[in-house]
């Protein structure tokens, strides 16, 4: 489970979204358009007003997925394809911080 307390904050890794392509890419939802991407924190289970998951548990998402995802439009995915779509778009995300080398591991 996600604790509220300390969620990480990086306005790198926020502004690295910016011109990046979508790596949601939601069908029937990806505009495809790299001008609109930012950063797009996933739903997790700690809820509320105000209360977002921590910058690395965000993906690269153009406008019209960020809106299907954060449910400002009506979602035409099964939650199956949902899931799968966020899980690789993670990985496509934290591959893109690697190279960029704005997330290292030791």
Known sequence: MLHKSNPVRSKKL??????EHCTLRLPGHC????ETSV???LP???????????DDHAVI??????????KRALVKISQGELY???VRAMA??????????LVTYA
């Open 39 to 41: 950063l797009c924190h």
């Open 84 to 86: 799968e779509c966020m």
């Open 61 to 70: 998402a153009c406008s019209g997925c960020h809106d299907a995802l954060d």
């Open 92 to 101: 496509e995300t934290h591959a893109i911080w690697r190279e960029k080398e």
């Open 14 to 19: 926020r502004e690295s979204a910016r011109g």
């Open 44 to 54: 997790h289970g700690v809820r509320g007003v105000g209360i977002k998951a921590s």
């Open 31 to 34: 505009n495809g358009n790299p």
